[in-house]
């Protein structure tokens, strides 16, 4: 089981180095607005109704659609301590565990849209995505981003390394009282200039959370050379859901 602790530590440590190295999760952010910008109808005056943003991170995210929608009221959660991104914006930023939506937020409250960038696996999704359907309203949408079972292939065959990630056919059961609007995948290889660079980009995005202790030797280096050439593969996963 993760420890949320660590996970919460090793993103609170990339908070600054983030941005400039998270470029497939930044590039997962362009493919929602757009999905969003298709799929989602628009209310009156250009609101988007009622909103929950789950692992909000910096707010970037959050930002590009307030920029060009409004909303009633827009709620975004995030274990990490991202308040001071959104003093200026009409944004609720909730410090905690978006797998435990019901000790934060009011227990009758239900959502036009709930959304998330690159942030559900560091979830239980076979309980959480079941409950965040029950949050919708009637005709809500939820989408998302996350990543599927090729996702840093590399560490899990050298260091049994991975999270729990699910097949892309696997969210049409876990979501059955919703339409699939919208479903794919894409994977992508990132190469690098040699292996310690790697596992840089691992800690300056905050991945390097699979687990808490890892102690990383030349012998591990030298391995992931010979093996992998340096690469390492993100698989993305993109989900567009109706609720009936």
Not at 15 to 21: C, L
Not at 142 to 151: A, D, I, M, R, V
Not at 153 to 167: A, G, H, P
Not at 213 to 235: D, G, I
Request: aromatic share 12%; with cysteine.
């Amino acid at each position: 089981m993760l420890q949320k602790d660590c996970i919460k530590r090793r993103f609170y440590n990339s908070k600054i180095t983030y941005k400039k190295n998270a470029t497939i999760q930044y590039a997962m952010q362009e493919t929602l607005l757009k999905l969003l910008k298709e799929h989602v109808s628009i209310r009156i005056n250009n609101s988007l109704g009622t909103l929950l943003e789950l692992g909000c991170g910096n707010g970037d995210f959050s930002k590009a659609i307030i920029k060009s929608y409004l909303f009633e009221s827009y709620y975004a959660i995030d274990l990490v301590d991202f308040s001071s991104a959104f003093v200026d914006s009409n944004i609720t930023f909730i410090q905690g565990d978006f797998e435990h939506l019901d000790s934060i937020l009011p227990n009758a409250l239900r959502f036009d849209c709930i959304l998330s960038n690159a942030a559900l696996q560091w979830g239980n999704q076979h309980t959480l995505l079941p409950f965040l359907s029950k949050k919708l309203k009637k005709g809500g949408i939820l989408l998302f981003s996350t990543f599927g079972k090729s996702n840093f292939k590399e560490l899990k065959t050298l260091f049994n390394l991975s999270l729990d990630y699910l097949d892309l056919q696997d969210y049409s059961e876990l979501l059955c009282d919703c339409k699939i609007l919208d479903s794919f995948e894409c994977v992508q290889n990132l190469q690098f200039e040699n292996p310690l660079n790697v596992f840089k980009h691992l800690k300056n995005t905050g991945v390097n959370a699979l687990k808490s202790h890892f102690a990383l030797t030349k012998a591990h280096l030298n391995l992931y050379e010979k093996r992998f050439q340096n690469v390492l593969t993100y698989h993305t996963l993109f989900v567009c859901a109706k609720k009936y």
